[in-house]
């Protein structure tokens, strides 16, 4: 397929029915459009879009420096090459109110399945470091409204992510996400929590769904599908395990490359020119060349 066979309100459909199964959605980090069909293949859910990871590849600390351009752009390159329902990092909507309304338009139009949008201050830090700082709740709730009186499309899902566990613990955290939900938000994002008691807390706190996220390195334990489920988490993100996976593979065997003045030893380890024509779906682009046409151009001698 030379793109997507789904139009965005029937992943967007697919999502929502995902997220009231019951049924951990998994949702590993898409982080190159190449990666998306890859995930899809293996028989996830969904595709996750990290920030942190947009971040990364424009070699950029994840402190809020994209722009909503860069991040629309992204998200409608990895949502175009896969089928299956896409999640967007929005970070604080790039603004207050009127930013984020335009955001969830910007967003919505580039074909995502949803988006989260967060109640850090501009700038913001990564959600699994210290020092960060959260707005007020007034401003909290009023970026939530303004994202769901902008979208157009029903179907899109907002999602509420508080980083609040951080800053004034887990009782603000659950009554955040009670706030949040009461604004309008379609699912929580509980930001860094602990362990798996406090997935269960704010899941007693809050009637919609809630997310998880498993990245690496940070403040939450990288606990297994089947404990996330069982305390009733819906959705589960690996936002920049994939980024992290492709950066050690590549450091290991740049230092092979300098060390032996060759990678032929490091062939096996390759995807082949064979796999990435099948993930890019080469043939289909071949059948469009103008050289396998058979017609006359009118007018042409």
């Known amino acids: 397929m030379l793109s997507t066979t789904r139009t965005p309100a029937e992943k967007r459909q697919a999502f929502r029915e995902g997220l009231a199964s019951g049924t951990l959605q998994r949702f590993p980090g898409a982080f190159t459009p190449l990666s998306a069909p890859l995930i899809e293949e293996l028989g996830f859910e969904g595709a996750y879009i990290s920030g942190a990871v947009m971040a990364a590849e424009l070699g950029l600390p994840d402190i809020g420096l994209t722009t909503l351009t860069e991040v629309a752009q992204r998200g409608r390159e990895i949502s175009r090459m896969t089928d299956l329902p896409t999640l967007i990092d929005a970070d604080t909507g790039f603004g207050e109110a009127m930013n984020v309304a335009r955001t969830v338009q910007e967003l919505e139009d580039a074909g995502v399945s949803g988006l989260h949008l967060e109640d850090q201050v501009n700038p913001k830090r990564c959600g ?174």
Not at 179 to 196: K, N, V, W
Not at 264 to 273: E, H, I, K, L, W
């Open 128 to 301: 699994h470091l210290d020092g960060k700082e959260v707005v007020g709740l007034d401003t909290a709730v009023q970026r939530i409204a303004a994202a769901v009186a902008a979208r157009r499309d029903p179907g899109l899902v907002i999602m509420a992510r508080t980083d609040i566990r951080g800053v004034e613990g887990l009782d603000a955290a659950a009554d955040r996400a009670k706030a949040l939900e009461a604004a309008g938000a379609d699912a929580i994002f509980p930001e860094a929590m602990a362990s798996l008691e406090e997935f269960a807390a704010i899941r007693a706190a809050v009637d919609v769904p809630i997310l998880a996220n498993m990245t690496e390195f940070g403040k939450s334990a990288l606990f297994t599908h089947r404990q996330l489920q069982d305390v009733g988490v819906n959705l589960v993100i690996h936002p920049v395990s994939l980024l992290r996976i492709a950066m050690g593979a590549i450091e290991r065997e740049l230092v092979e490359l300098r060390e032996t003045g060759t990678l032929d030893g490091a062939v096996p380890r390759m995807q082949t020119r064979a796999r990435l024509y099948e993930l890019n779906d080469y043939a289909a682009y071949g059948a469009f060349d103008e050289r396998v046409f058979d017609f006359e151009v009118p007018g042409a001698p």
